[in-house]
């Protein structure tokens, strides 16, 4: 089995490029998306010779044809039943906007593989504090997530929450590997 890895997942523009910009520190490795939508390419990160991050492409993007979003959505699908080295999803929301049809059904796509999520709310920069609670009640019940998944904040602009990202993905790849997908 090759190094554990932690995938990457959200809408078109919500920010993961950016994200993963800031946690690797070195602006410009994951490309900040001129046209959203356009990549339907999943890439990878070696960290340290220790783990991989997983770039998943972005979803929703309206303008994007029937045909691009089926093969989007086998390309994820693949993916989730092909990796046993997949210790977790960050799902990355826009605490801006109430969770999409589309974030729902991921997050439940998610649940029904048994895949542990870190949720995360891009753009904390955006929101006030005062309006924090609320955008979070707002992501916890679209989603119906448990006590343990709740949201963290990060800006990629300000870089808050960025440690409090790390311990989480942290304690995601000391978790023990999935099982395969189908096996019992
Ligand atoms: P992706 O399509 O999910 O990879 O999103 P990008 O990283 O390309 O970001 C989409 C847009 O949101 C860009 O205009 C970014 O500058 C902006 N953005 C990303 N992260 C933040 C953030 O933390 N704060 C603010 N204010 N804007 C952000």
Do not use: C
């Amino acid at each position: 089995m090759g190094w554990p890895e932690i995938a990457f997942a959200g809408r078109s523009n919500v920010g993961k490029s950016s994200l993963l910009n800031l946690l690797l520190g070195r602006p410009g490795l994951a490309r900040v998306s001129g046209t959203p939508g356009k990549t339907q390419t999943i890439n990878f990160f070696v960290i340290n010779h220790a783990y991989l991050f997983v770039d998943l492409p972005g979803y929703g993007y309206a303008r994007v044809p029937q045909s691009v979003q089926k093969s989007w959505r086998s390309l994820i699908e693949a993916y989730l039943t092909g990796r046993p080295e997949l210790r977790a999803v960050a799902l990355l929301l826009d605490p801006r906007h109430p969770p999409t049809d589309l974030d729902r059904t991921m997050h439940e796509w998610l649940t029904s593989y048994d895949v542990p999520e870190i949720i995360i709310a891009t753009k904390a920069d955006q929101v006030s504090r005062g309006l924090r609670r609320s955008a979070q009640d707002r992501i916890v019940s679209a989603l119906g997530l448990s006590g343990d998944q709740s949201p963290v904040f990060v800006s990629a602009r300000t870089g808050e929450g960025r440690l409090d990202l790390w311990s989480r993905i942290d304690d995601a790849l000391a978790l023990r590997p999935r099982r395969p997908a189908g096996r019992p």
